[in-house]
């Protein structure tokens, strides 16, 4: 059975770059939301599913195509789920700034042990056929780790610098993109999408 395309509802870079092989290798053609519109959903949800579920209907009304989005972030423990949903927008800025919001969590975790450090990265993963879509699937996935008391290398991308993950012994920044691509929040949460398309789309 054919698909149409799936349009990918983020306008971040970054993200074309993780999801987009992970479609692709479960062989679901897809194309970056920016191939159609400029325009960015309102990501007024109170949680990662409601965000990607607006991003996601969103992309679906605009070019009338099956839509995929992502809602993710870092959660710390000690910190009661913050940054959570707001963790592109720590600061309170309008104008998101990866080293802005990274220096703040810094600064809020500044007492903090690292036994009181844990954190975990979270990521909710929607589909829809169409933007009134009534049962979107969806996807959720966590990887787990703590915060470091300083950035690592100085080139991560988000939070990704000062998120170590124990059994890798490495912060996320020094992972490579394919093993990310196997093991990460976002990786967790397209694969249970996939699955789940998998079985829509069987004969």
Known sequence: MMMSPIILATANPHK??????????????CKPQTDFFAEEAVEDGLSFVENAIKKA???????????????????VEALGGLPGIYSARYTGSTEN?????LSKLLDDMTLLPYPQRKARY??????????QDPMPLIGVGHWYGEILMKPRTGYGIGYDDVMWIP?????????????????????????????????????
């Open 16 to 29: 074309v770059a993780e999801l987009a092989p992970l479609l692709a290798r479960a062989g679901f053609a």
């Open 57 to 75: 209907r969103f992309a679906s009304e605009r070019t009338g195509l099956p839509a995929l989005a992502d809602d993710s972030g870092l959660e």
């Open 97 to 101: 700034s990866d080293e802005r919001n």
């Open 122 to 131: 979270s990521c909710a993963v929607v589909y829809v056929k169409h933007a």
């Open 167 to 203: 059994a890798l012994l490495k912060s996320v920044s020094e992972i490579p993109l394919e093993i990310k691509n196997q093991i990460s929040h976002r990786a967790q949460a397209v694969q249970s999408v996939v699955n789940q398309l998998r079985g829509e789309v069987a004969p």
